[in-house]
């Protein structure tokens, strides 16, 4: 019998059916409830001995090649390569359903060699956003700008989307790197015009959040169309923003 260690489920125990092959609770659901090997039921049969022997295994961390050299009892490894430190970044690229994953200096790399995303250096940006038809807004990325910054990088984004039946843009950034980094940095965005602006100040999030999700808890700068417009002047039917904003760390 072979044993499996490259383990892609949480699972806390194995079935077996009434001829004696085994397979994963986690794994259970995926074949119909039926032996994959001889198509009989599975029912709910533990194969304890198999338990007991995955017990006694310890394995490598399935990032290992990404640094992680730590070996774990078999049924903690799961847990351990959820929260991993060293398990791959995707690519925050928001304008494609981008597949490549890696670490840090790979990700920066693809962004500017793959996607041709503007590379800045320096702490503090200006940006000037124009677009011709504002009525446009199908929840399209307009521009994904990357920042090094204290040794960091930093993505803004900036984009048009739907509140419900409202259309509006919202300016945001992401730490290129996990959560607990990313709390140590603090960064504000600025937009306005006709002796009017918005002002907004937050923590950045982790590229470990989806651009998605970011934009849909509305973590950002969000400027309603009208007020965009507004402060575009002219006759309000071209798009004409101009975003500022720093990125500072926390003492």
Not at 77 to 105: F, L, M, N
Not at 118 to 145: I, Q
Not at 213 to 229: E, P, T, W, Y
Request: proline share 4%.
């Amino acid at each position: 019998m072979k044993l499996n260690t490259e383990v892609n489920c949480w699972f806390t125990f194995f079935m077996q059916c009434l001829n004696g092959h085994t397979l994963c609770s986690g794994c259970k659901p995926k074949v119909d409830n039926r032996c994959p090997t001889c198509r009989h039921e599975l029912g709910n049969i533990r194969c304890l001995a198999l338990e007991k022997l995955a017990a006694s295994l310890e394995l490598p961390c399935k990032y290992q090649s990404f640094g992680c050299n730590g070996i774990y009892p078999y049924y903690s490894k799961p847990k351990h390569e959820y929260q991993c430190s060293y398990r791959p970044y995707g690519c925050p690229y928001a304008g494609s359903e981008c597949t490549v994953i890696g670490d840090i200096p790979h990700l920066v790399a693809h962004l500017k060699d793959d996607h041709k995303v503007d590379m800045h250096n320096g702490c503090t940006f200006n940006h000037r956003y124009v677009k011709s038809n504002p009525h446009e807004v199908e929840n399209a990325t307009w521009m994904l700008t990357v920042f090094s910054c204290f040794g960091q990088y930093f993505c803004l984004h900036f984009e048009a989307f739907h509140i419900g039946l409202a259309p509006v843009y919202i300016a945001f950034l992401r730490f290129m790197g996990d959560n607990n980094e990313a709390k140590n940095y603090s960064y504000s965005l600025e937009v306005g015009g006709n002796g009017r602006k918005l002002i907004w100040q937050g923590v950045p999030r982790s590229i470990r959040d989806s651009h998605r999700k970011v934009r849909d808890s509305f973590d950002g700068l969000i400027i309603q169309r009208n007020m965009a417009l507004f402060f575009s002047g002219g006759d309000r039917k071209e798009l004409k923003l101009r975003v500022t904003g720093r990125i500072w760390k926390e003492q």
